[in-house]
T-cell receptor, first 111, second 111 residues
Framework: DVKVTQSSRYLVKRTGEKVFLECVQDMDHENMFWYRQDPGLGLRLIYFSYDVKMKEKGDIPEGYSVSREKKERFSLILESASTNQTSMYLC??????????FGSGTQLSVL | RKEVEQDPGPFNVPEGATVAFNCTYSNSASQSFFWYRQDCRKEPKLLMSVYSSGNEDGRFTAQLNRASQYISLLIRDSKLSDSATYLCVVNGGANAGKSTFGDGTTLTVKP
């Protein structure tokens, strides 16, 4: 089975802090994704990457950046965390047009 | 208008009932379709892919109608363990690697 590992299950940060969310997959997939999920808003795509050092903006990239230095690792960065970035963050991987495999999620609280 | 729309429910049904969920999508160039299941505070997991010919997996049947741009999920003989949120997912169009999620339909099966 594909394994997608997110570095933290719960995270509490203060406004203005720089936050790194790490995601590692073990299946050699080209595509990796970062979503956030909020009640009533569903899953929204923040950024995705289809190859090392490549990235594409999703639907809500503002306030976020990403890094893909190695194929298996895709990092989401909050340059200066704000309270409206409190959310569940989900990393996913999968082939083009194929099913996605998700990590278990990081519940981030920004105080 | 959202790219993928689902009836949010909630659907509250007794054990043994048959329940159907529908999902509509706006991009006629979409290429692949899925239903995911998400339990409370967990990550989404693939339930089944959806094909034009329709497909069945035990008590679950998925259908795709490309002409009308909707997909459906039928659950027969509902079990308590079917209680979850069901997410409709559409891939493809301009970016084959990008998945668009519906907001989900919540099902509660009661004894």
């Amino acid at each position: 089975d594909v394994k997608v590992t997110q570095s933290s299950r719960y995270l509490v940060k203060r406004t203005g802090e720089k936050v790194f969310l790490e995601c590692v997959q073990d299946m050699d997939h080209e595509n990796m994704f970062w979503y956030r999920q909020d009640p009533g808003l569903g899953l929204r795509l923040i950024y995705f990457s289809y190859d090392v050092k490549m990235k594409e903006k999703g639907d809500i990239p503002e306030g976020y950046s990403v890094s893909r230095e190695k194929k298996e690792r895709f990092s989401l960065i909050l340059e200066s965390a704000s309270t409206n970035q409190t959310s569940m963050y989900l990393c996913a991987t999968g082939g083009a047009g194929e099913k996605l495999f998700f990590g278990s999620g990081t519940q981030l609280s920004v105080l | 208008r959202k790219e993928v729309e689902q009836d949010p429910g909630p659907f509250n049904v007794p054990e043994g009932a048959t329940v159907a969920f529908n999902c509509t999508y706006s991009n006629s160039a979409s290429q692949s379709f899925f239903w995911y299941r998400q339990d409370c505070r967990k990550e989404p997991k693939l339930l089944m892919s959806v094909y034009s010919s329709g497909n069945e997996d035990g008590r679950f049947t998925a259908q795709l109608n490309r002409a009308s741009q909707y997909i459906s999920l039928l659950i027969r003989d509902s079990k308590l363990s079917d209680s979850a949120t069901y997410l409709c997912v559409v891939n493809g169009g301009a970016n084959a690697g990008k998945s668009t999620f519906g907001d989900g339909t919540t099902l509660t099966v009661k004894p």
